[in-house]
């Protein structure tokens, strides 16, 4: 069961981290994957920007209880064919790192807000666009009528602090060189470091809600 005062109280420890390193407070999107809706409910209450997903039977699912009462942002690896059903409920498609899903989106959610995810580590398990093919993807998604907001992308899976510094700075920088406002980085066990380099929105999800619990099923 989720505690929505103790979320409340680790919400406002994470923007005092913001205010302290970044000098002001940042977008927190709460990721309520694998959690139920108390988990949406408690992130509302504590004043939450958005819930994030990473699978589209998951978002169905809370769809249908009727338990997406924040904006939703799908942060997850993303397949051509799941676009079209979970469409009218994603507020921002932060994974888009290909054109096959430029294509998707703009087809099944016209002049949707996106941020384009960079692979900043050059880990092969991690999804996102190189940043030598960023402005081609960009310019795709621009000229399919889709509204690029930022960059995204997600620290090392495992590495030292100067390796996940070295990453997310590389975003802050791309994100600059484009001329965008929006910087997605830094999650639960690294936010701290992606502050320090600039992040404008956050990720966190056991970080607010405790440890997730098991999959019961494969989401896709």
């Known amino acids: 069961m989720i505690d929505p005062i103790a979320v409340s109280d680790r919400v406002q420890a994470i923007q005092e981290d913001a205010r302290r390193i970044a000098g002001h407070e940042v977008t927190l999107i709460a990721v309520t994957k694998s959690f139920g809706c108390d988990a949406i ?44 059903p979970i469409a009218p409920y994603v507020a921002m498609w932060q994974s888009v790192d290909r054109a096959s899903l430029v294509a998707g989106i703009a087809q099944h959610s016209p002049g949707a807000e996106v941020l384009l995810q960079v692979n900043t580590t050059g880990e092969a398990s991690k999804s996102g666009v190189d940043a030598s093919g960023l402005s081609d993807l960009r310019q795709q998604a621009q000229d399919a009528g889709l509204v690029v907001k930022g960059l995204m992308t997600l620290g090392p899976t495992s590495g030292t602090r100067d390796q996940r510094m070295g990453a997310f700075r590389t975003l802050r920088a791309l994100m600059e060189e484009q001329n965008l406002t929006i910087c997605s980085m830094g999650m639960s066990d690294d936010y701290l470091e992606a502050l320090e380099c600039g992040a404008t929105m956050l990720r966190i999800g056991s970080g607010l809600f405790g440890t997730r619990p098991p999959k019961q099923k494969s989401p896709q």
């Open 41 to 84: 409910a408690a992130a509302v209450a504590a004043h939450c920007d958005g819930i994030g997903e990473n699978y589209a039977q998951e978002v169905l699912e809370k769809a249908k209880a009727d338990c997406v009462k924040a904006p939703l942002h799908f942060i997850g690896a993303l397949q051509s064919n799941k676009i079209r």
